[in-house]
Protein backbone atom coordinates (compact mmCIF):
# COMPACT_ATOMS: atom_id res chain seq x y z
CA UNK A 1 0.00 0.00 0.00
CA UNK A 2 2.60 2.30 1.25
CA UNK A 3 4.32 1.79 -2.77
CA UNK A 4 1.53 2.18 -4.17
CA UNK A 5 0.68 6.01 -2.21
CA UNK A 6 4.57 7.00 -3.11
CA UNK A 7 3.47 6.13 -6.94
CA UNK A 8 0.21 7.80 -6.66
CA UNK A 9 1.92 10.69 -4.97
CA UNK A 10 4.69 10.98 -7.47
CA UNK A 11 2.35 11.53 -10.04
CA UNK A 12 0.29 14.14 -8.56
CA UNK A 13 3.48 15.72 -8.08
CA UNK A 14 3.38 17.38 -11.26
CA UNK A 15 -0.18 18.76 -11.70
CA UNK A 16 0.23 19.63 -7.84
CA UNK A 17 3.47 21.98 -8.71
CA UNK A 18 1.61 23.44 -11.90
CA UNK A 19 -1.12 24.40 -9.70
CA UNK A 20 1.08 26.45 -7.15
CA UNK A 21 2.56 27.92 -10.40
CA UNK A 22 -0.19 29.15 -11.70
CA UNK A 23 -1.25 30.46 -8.40
CA UNK A 24 2.12 32.27 -7.76
CA UNK A 25 1.69 34.21 -11.33
CA UNK A 26 -1.52 34.62 -11.42
CA UNK A 27 -2.07 36.43 -8.03
CA UNK A 28 1.24 38.23 -8.74
CA UNK A 29 0.00 39.56 -11.97
CA UNK A 30 -3.16 40.29 -10.21
CA UNK A 31 -1.21 42.43 -7.55
CA UNK A 32 0.83 44.91 -9.89
CA UNK A 33 -2.36 45.31 -12.17
CA UNK A 34 -4.26 46.77 -8.64
CA UNK A 35 -0.80 48.76 -7.84
CA UNK A 36 -0.72 49.93 -11.69
CA UNK A 37 -4.14 51.40 -11.30
CA UNK A 38 -4.11 52.55 -8.34
CA UNK A 39 -4.63 56.97 -8.37
CA UNK A 40 -1.58 59.14 -7.61
CA UNK A 41 -3.07 62.27 -7.93
CA UNK A 42 -0.20 63.70 -6.24
CA UNK A 43 3.90 63.07 -6.01
CA UNK A 44 5.29 61.84 -2.89
CA UNK A 45 8.05 61.75 -3.94
CA UNK A 46 10.91 60.67 -0.96
CA UNK A 47 13.12 63.06 -1.00
CA UNK A 48 15.95 63.81 -1.82
CA UNK A 49 14.39 63.00 -5.07
CA UNK A 50 14.54 63.33 -9.58
CA UNK A 51 13.52 65.81 -11.27
CA UNK A 52 13.54 63.89 -14.48
CA UNK A 53 12.08 61.07 -15.44
CA UNK A 54 16.00 59.50 -16.30
CA UNK A 55 16.75 60.34 -13.06
CA UNK A 56 13.17 58.52 -11.46
CA UNK A 57 14.66 55.36 -13.66
CA UNK A 58 18.20 55.84 -12.25
CA UNK A 59 17.09 55.45 -8.50
CA UNK A 60 14.72 52.62 -8.85
CA UNK A 61 17.53 50.69 -11.21
CA UNK A 62 19.94 51.63 -8.21
CA UNK A 63 16.85 50.80 -5.32
CA UNK A 64 16.36 47.57 -6.86
CA UNK A 65 19.71 46.11 -7.68
CA UNK A 66 22.10 47.72 -5.32
CA UNK A 67 19.63 48.34 -2.37
CA UNK A 68 20.62 51.78 -2.07
CA UNK A 69 18.33 53.02 0.66
CA UNK A 70 19.85 49.86 2.83
CA UNK A 71 23.08 50.56 2.04
CA UNK A 72 22.79 54.17 3.99
CA UNK A 73 20.88 52.57 6.62
CA UNK A 74 22.52 49.63 7.56
CA UNK A 75 26.06 48.33 6.06
CA UNK A 76 25.37 45.05 7.95
CA UNK A 77 22.27 44.34 6.28
CA UNK A 78 22.98 45.73 3.17
CA UNK A 79 25.41 43.19 3.28
CA UNK A 80 23.67 40.12 3.93
CA UNK A 81 20.58 40.99 1.43
CA UNK A 82 22.97 41.38 -1.59
CA UNK A 83 24.78 38.01 -0.34
CA UNK A 84 20.97 36.22 -0.08
CA UNK A 85 19.45 37.33 -3.18
CA UNK A 86 22.30 37.32 -5.44
CA UNK A 87 23.19 33.82 -3.87
CA UNK A 88 19.81 32.67 -4.70
CA UNK A 89 20.15 34.13 -8.30
CA UNK A 90 23.15 32.47 -8.70
CA UNK A 91 21.19 29.48 -7.40
CA UNK A 92 18.45 29.68 -10.10
CA UNK A 93 20.77 30.08 -12.76
CA UNK A 94 22.41 26.59 -11.55
CA UNK A 95 18.79 25.39 -12.09
CA UNK A 96 18.12 26.47 -15.21
CA UNK A 97 20.19 23.18 -16.50
CA UNK A 98 16.92 21.37 -15.43
CA UNK A 99 14.92 23.49 -17.96
CA UNK A 100 17.29 22.14 -20.92
CA UNK A 101 16.97 18.42 -22.46
CA UNK A 102 20.58 19.14 -23.56
CA UNK A 103 22.89 20.29 -21.43
CA UNK A 104 24.44 23.52 -23.54
CA UNK A 105 28.50 23.93 -23.14
CA UNK A 106 27.70 27.74 -22.17
CA UNK A 107 26.20 25.83 -18.84
CA UNK A 108 28.89 24.07 -17.62
CA UNK A 109 31.03 27.27 -16.19
CA UNK A 110 27.31 28.64 -14.55
CA UNK A 111 27.26 25.00 -12.72
CA UNK A 112 30.43 26.03 -11.42
CA UNK A 113 28.99 28.58 -9.17
CA UNK A 114 26.85 25.93 -7.54
CA UNK A 115 29.17 25.86 -3.68
CA UNK A 116 29.83 29.62 -3.67
CA UNK A 117 26.13 30.40 -4.41
CA UNK A 118 24.89 27.92 -1.64
CA UNK A 119 27.75 29.41 0.91
CA UNK A 120 26.91 33.31 0.13
CA UNK A 121 23.25 32.33 0.39
CA UNK A 122 23.38 30.53 3.83
CA UNK A 123 25.63 33.22 5.16
CA UNK A 124 22.77 35.84 3.68
CA UNK A 125 19.98 34.00 5.67
CA UNK A 126 22.36 33.81 8.98
CA UNK A 127 22.94 37.45 8.90
CA UNK A 128 19.44 38.06 8.47
CA UNK A 129 18.11 35.56 10.89
CA UNK A 130 20.46 36.40 13.70
CA UNK A 131 18.87 40.61 12.95
CA UNK A 132 15.62 39.04 13.79
CA UNK A 133 16.58 37.14 16.93
CA UNK A 134 19.06 39.10 18.62
CA UNK A 135 18.41 42.73 18.35
CA UNK A 136 15.54 44.37 20.45
CA UNK A 137 14.13 46.34 17.78
CA UNK A 138 13.84 43.86 15.28
CA UNK A 139 12.99 41.33 17.37
CA UNK A 140 9.90 43.56 18.80
CA UNK A 141 8.64 44.29 15.42
CA UNK A 142 9.20 40.91 13.53
CA UNK A 143 6.25 38.50 13.17
CA UNK A 144 5.97 35.17 12.45
CA UNK A 145 6.36 34.88 8.73
CA UNK A 146 9.38 36.56 9.16
CA UNK A 147 10.67 33.99 10.39
CA UNK A 148 9.17 31.19 8.21
CA UNK A 149 10.62 32.81 5.21
CA UNK A 150 14.15 32.88 5.96
CA UNK A 151 13.61 29.24 7.62
CA UNK A 152 11.81 28.29 4.26
CA UNK A 153 14.87 29.48 2.47
CA UNK A 154 17.42 27.96 4.86
CA UNK A 155 15.38 24.65 3.96
CA UNK A 156 15.47 24.73 0.33
CA UNK A 157 19.20 25.66 0.00
CA UNK A 158 20.02 23.22 2.38
CA UNK A 159 18.22 20.43 1.49
CA UNK A 160 19.41 21.47 -2.07
CA UNK A 161 23.14 21.19 -1.08
CA UNK A 162 22.23 17.69 0.66
CA UNK A 163 20.26 16.47 -2.75
CA UNK A 164 24.07 17.60 -4.53
CA UNK A 165 26.75 16.18 -2.08
CA UNK A 166 25.41 14.04 0.38
CA UNK A 167 21.97 12.57 -1.37
CA UNK A 168 22.09 12.42 -4.77
CA UNK A 169 18.98 11.66 -6.94
CA UNK A 170 18.68 11.09 -10.66
CA UNK A 171 18.70 14.47 -12.18
CA UNK A 172 17.72 13.41 -15.39
CA UNK A 173 14.30 12.37 -14.06
CA UNK A 174 14.20 15.43 -11.99
CA UNK A 175 14.87 17.27 -14.46
CA UNK A 176 12.24 15.59 -16.98
CA UNK A 177 9.25 15.93 -14.28
CA UNK A 178 10.41 19.94 -14.04
CA UNK A 179 10.36 20.50 -17.77
CA UNK A 180 6.86 18.34 -17.87
CA UNK A 181 5.35 21.08 -15.02
CA UNK A 182 5.89 23.53 -17.52
CA UNK A 183 4.87 22.05 -20.62
CA UNK A 184 2.05 20.18 -19.32
CA UNK A 185 3.33 17.09 -19.63
CA UNK A 186 3.52 15.68 -16.52
CA UNK A 187 6.43 13.26 -15.38
CA UNK A 188 6.76 11.07 -11.91
CA UNK A 189 8.64 12.77 -9.37
CA UNK A 190 11.76 10.72 -8.63
CA UNK A 191 10.55 8.89 -5.84
CA UNK A 192 13.08 10.06 -3.09
CA UNK A 193 12.90 12.01 0.27
CA UNK A 194 15.41 14.51 -0.50
CA UNK A 195 13.57 15.70 -3.86
CA UNK A 196 9.97 15.67 -1.55
CA UNK A 197 12.39 17.74 0.93
CA UNK A 198 13.57 20.23 -1.32
CA UNK A 199 10.27 20.49 -3.65
CA UNK A 200 7.80 20.99 -0.44
CA UNK A 201 9.28 24.38 0.93
CA UNK A 202 9.90 25.55 -2.84
CA UNK A 203 5.91 25.14 -2.99
CA UNK A 204 4.91 26.43 -0.23
CA UNK A 205 7.28 29.66 -0.59
CA UNK A 206 5.77 29.88 -4.00
CA UNK A 207 2.09 29.88 -2.08
CA UNK A 208 3.13 32.35 0.34
CA UNK A 209 5.26 34.76 -1.85
CA UNK A 210 2.39 36.43 -3.85
CA UNK A 211 1.02 37.85 -0.27
CA UNK A 212 3.53 38.12 1.92
CA UNK A 213 6.20 40.87 2.34
CA UNK A 214 8.87 38.98 -0.04
CA UNK A 215 7.02 40.84 -3.10
CA UNK A 216 8.45 43.88 -1.55
CA UNK A 217 10.74 44.21 -4.63
CA UNK A 218 8.41 43.71 -7.02
CA UNK A 219 6.42 46.15 -5.39
CA UNK A 220 9.95 48.75 -5.40
CA UNK A 221 8.42 50.10 -8.66
CA UNK A 222 4.80 50.90 -8.05
CA UNK A 223 5.33 52.44 -5.24
CA UNK A 224 4.91 56.26 -5.37
CA UNK A 225 8.19 57.15 -2.86
CA UNK A 226 10.35 55.63 -5.71
CA UNK A 227 8.65 56.56 -8.75
CA UNK A 228 6.98 60.05 -8.88
CA UNK A 229 9.83 63.02 -9.09
CA UNK A 230 10.28 66.72 -7.87
CA UNK A 231 7.49 68.46 -10.50
Given at each position: ?9 G ?14 A ?5 R ?35 F??L ?10 S ?20 V ?13 W???V ?11 R????R ?31 T ?39 F ?22
Amino acid sequence: MSERAGQLAGHLAGPLLTLVLCWSAGALLWRMLHWARTPQPVPVALTPAPRTRGGVLLRLTTELFAFRSLFRASRTTWFASVAMHYGLLGLLLVHARFLMPVLPAWMVPVLQISGWATLVTLAGIAVLAARRLLIDRMRWISVPSDHLHLLLLGTIVLSGSALKRLWPTDLHATGQFLRGVLSLDWQPLPAHAGVWLHLGPVALLLVVFPISKLVHGIGIPFAPTWNTRVR
